[in-house]
């Protein structure tokens, strides 16, 4: 069957879930956590 759903990646739940609703881009999570920006948006 084709009609498989693909499951989200992390960095969409992490988008969709907090970083939108608190009003935050990736890279403002990352710079406040001391991380490189790309390792929010990782899947």
Same mark, same amino acid.
Request: hydrophobic share 35%; charged share 20%; no cysteine.
């Given at each position: !069957?084709?009609?498989?759903?693909?499951?989200?990646?992390?960095?969409? %739940? %992490?988008?969709?879930?907090?970083?939108?609703?608190?009003?935050?881009? +990736?890279? +403002? %999570?990352?710079?406040?956590?001391? !991380?490189?920006?790309?390792?929010?948006? +990782?899947?």
């Amino acid at each position: !069957m084709s009609d498989r759903l693909v499951p989200p990646t992390p960095g969409e %739940l %992490l988008e969709e879930k907090f970083l939108k609703p608190m009003g935050i881009s +990736q890279y +403002q %999570l990352a710079n406040e956590a001391g !991380m490189p920006a790309q390792r929010t948006g +990782q899947a």
